[in-house]
């Protein structure tokens, strides 16, 4: 079963939210791609809604310095800062040998790929199921893959998403007992690839600073850090 996931609309402004990471006392909210940049006006709106139906906090997606302005006068404070990092699409590494079968997700994997996402990640971060439809809807198209070792466990997946043309790493995660094996660096490059066959040439990640080994895996595949990073934003309605 998936989580809800709502579309706030007011004019051609549009964000979707849904309960954060499964807590329903906080609301996760993110501009839908290709809409306007929130305006103050607007995420006010959402705001209000989001309390009458209960909601005590509200936490954004990682926004860029020019989403962030809307939210910012409403009131919204930095609650995480992220690296935003780029990768040009025309030049890609070689896939070594992958260590597990990269496959196409099916509904049926979504018990074990939260599983993994928990084993991955501190609880902050854990998609849950809501996380998880979010990341899925974040583009138009997206490609949900997952690493299948010999037992047939799931090891591994990766969500990349595709906006006209541009590219975005949502999700990635691999279980703690199977790093160092070149799953993550085996979905990432399925996912670059798929990108680059759609002629994207530019694909975006981001990543907490503290992160040293996704900085790493992603700068050694070829990904480089962007001037201006992200962050995530928070606001408390009671």
């Known amino acids: 079963m998936t989580a809800q996931v709502d579309v706030i609309r007011w004019g051609p402004e549009r ?10 006392r906080i609301a996760y909210l993110t501009p839908v791609a290709d ?3 929130p305006s103050a006006a ?25 989403e962030q302005v809307g939210f910012k006068a409403a009131g919204f404070e930095v609650a995480e800062h992220l690296y935003l ?19 196409r997700a099916t509904g049926g994997d979504r018990p074990a ?3 993994v996402d928990d084993l991955a990640f501190p609880p902050f971060w854990q998609l849950g199921e809501a996380g998880l439809d979010d990341a899925l809807m974040a583009t138009p198209r997206t490609r949900f893959r997952v690493a299948r070792l010999a037992d047939q466990s799931v090891a591994g997946y990766a969500v990349t998403g595709r906006s006209g043309p541009r590219g975005f790493l949502q999700r990635l995660a691999v279980r703690p007992d199977q790093r160092r094996r070149g799953l993550a ?14 002629r994207v040439t530019r694909a ?34 009671r």
């Open 15 to 24: 964000a979707r939210t849904s309960p954060w990471r499964g807590d329903g």
């Open 35 to 37: 809409a306007p940049v």
């Open 42 to 66: 607007f995420v006010k709106r959402c705001c209000d809604q989001l309390q009458r139906k209960g909601f005590d906090q509200v936490v954004t997606s990682a926004l860029a310095p020019n």
């Open 85 to 103: 990092l780029a990768h040009d699409l025309r030049s890609l590494p070689a896939s070594p040998p992958a260590p597990a079968v990269i496959r």
């Open 113 to 115: 790929v939260l599983a």
């Open 185 to 198: 660096q085996a979905l990432v490059l399925d996912g670059l690839r798929w990108l680059r066959r759609r």
């Open 204 to 237: 975006m990640v981001n990543t907490q600073l503290d992160n040293q080994a996704a900085l790493a895996l992603y700068e050694g595949l070829g990904f480089r850090r962007e001037s201006t990073g992200l962050s995530v934003l928070s606001l408390g309605l």
